[in-house]
Structure formats: structure tokens, C-alpha cells
């Protein structure tokens, strides 16, 4: 409320709670969006090509690659057959889009996956006693805020996982792969610039990322004897 308050000829919104919070206070000033997942079915834009409101931006997902995420669990050694899917239902919208996706590349793959929705601080912890083998984390910025528990209750299980940013590898997750969000920062910055020399929102396409990076921790993953392949 106060950043509308402000008039400002522009608003640049990080994450889908950012956007969505936002854009039910101004349909005017236009606003770049940067690491959001399926704009289209969440309502901020009519299609990618052309939004037709009064956002565009950045998206942080490309289709596959949540069955990527999957298949990065069944190449380490030990195999990992039954993994548990880790995400915040009120802060990620977008979760039914990627299970979807993952539950497709189980089949194929001949992995169980099942949901494990967290909250809270308890929810998380709990993790730690879950019957599964591995872990995969959904992009959610309630999973980034409370990384510290996560990564405990991951460490308690003793089980291999893998997360949507480095962020976490770099605390002790055991690998990530996921798109850059620093370049899509940069690459919002274009489009600032290009609608304060006059562009509309509406005009820009949403486009999808373009660089992705792997990220392993080798220090966690001696922790707990697994062995990935050189491949």
C-alpha cells in the first residue's frame, strides 16, 4: 500500500507473492516481474507472447524441468525409489503445475512420489521421521526463508535431496539445479528501461529462462555416502 501510495512510474516484483499482492492494488503502474512460475495460469498475464495488462517480466521455470529435479535423485548411489515432494501450498500456487510434471517422470523412471506439504516450523521437522529416501523441494519462497530448518531436519533424515536454488547447496544441500536468478534480475533491468522510455507492459512478452546451473556440495554428499555419477 505504501509503494502505490508513492506513484511510482514503476514497480519491479520479485517472486509470486510479490506480484500477486501488487497487482490487486494498481492495474496502471506497470510492473516487471522476475523468478515467477507459470504467470499465465496464475492470472498476471493473458499469455506470454502478449500479457495484456499491465505486467510482464521473468519466468524462473521451464517445463522439464522438475522432471530433471527427479531424475537427478535416481542417479545417485544409492538409488533413490521413494521420494517425498516438499512445498507450502498457500505460498506456492503453482506446485500442482510441477507435480504433475514430476509424477510423469516417476512413472518413467519408477520412482514413488508422494506430496509433503509444510506450514510451519513443525511441518518441517517433521520431515525428518517421513518415510522416503529423498527429497525434492518446489520453488517457494517459504522453503528459501526457512532453509535453516529445512536443512536440519534433511540432515537428521540422513537422505539425499535436491533444490530449486544453490542457495541452499551452498548451506549443505546436496545439489540443485535451477534457472539464474541474478540473470533474470538483469534482464528485468532491460525491460525497466525499455518501459520508461515510453514501451507498455502489455506489448513485452514474458520470456522464459535461458541459463541454468548444477550445483553438488561434494562435502554433503561424502556425509552421506552417496556417490554421483561422473555423467
Known amino acids: 500500500d505504501e509503494l502505490i501510495a508513492l506513484k511510482p512510474d514503476i514497480l519491479l516484483a520479485v517472486g509470486t507473492p510479490s506480484v500477486e499482492e501488487l497487482r490487486r492494488r494498481t492495474a496502471m503502474i506497470p510492473i516487471v516481474f522476475a523468478v515467477v512460475t ?36 535416481t542417479q545417485v548411489t544409492p538409488k533413490v525409489s521413494r521420494v517425498a515432494v516438499v512445498y507450502n501450498p498457500a505460498t506456492a500456487p503453482f506446485a500442482p503445475l510441477m507435480l504433475r510434471t ?18 510451519d516450523t513443525a511441518s518441517i521437522v517433521a520431515l525428518a521421521s517421513r518415510k522416503a529416501d529423498g527429497l ?23 537422505v539425499p535431496a535436491v533444490f530449486w536454488s544453490r542457495a541452499f547447496v551452498e548451506e549443505g544441500g546436496l545439489m540443485s539445479y535451477s534457472t539464474d ?11 525497466v528501461d525499455r518501459i520508461l522510455k515510453g514501451a507498455l507492459a502489455a506489448d513485452l512478452p514474458v520470456q522464459n529462462p535461458t541459463k541454468f546451473e548444477l550445483a553438488i556440495n561434494l562435502k554433503t554428499a561424502k556425509s552421506l555416502g552417496v556417490t554421483l555419477s561422473p555423467d
Not at 40 to 57: C, D, R
Not at 136 to 158: G, K
Open 136 to 158: 525434492l523441494v518446489l520453488p517457494d519462497f517459504f522453503t528459501m526463508a526457512n532453509r535453516a530448518h529445512l536443512l536440519a531436519a534433511i540432515a537428521q533424515a540422513r
Open 38 to 73: 507459470d504467470p499465465v495460469s496464475q492470472g498476471f498475464v493473458e499469455n506470454l507472447a502478449h500479457p495484456g495488462g499491465n505486467v510482464t517480466g521473468f519466468t524462473d521455470y521451464d517445463g522439464p524441468l522438475a522432471g530433471k529435479w527427479l531424475e537427478m535423485l
Open 102 to 119: 514430476i509424477e510423469d517422470a516417476a512413472r518413467t523412471l519408477h520412482v514413488t512420489v508422494e506430496p509433503a506439504p509444510v506450514h
Open 181 to 191: 536468478s541474478t540473470e533474470q534480475l538483469r534482464r528485468a533491468a532491460s525491460y
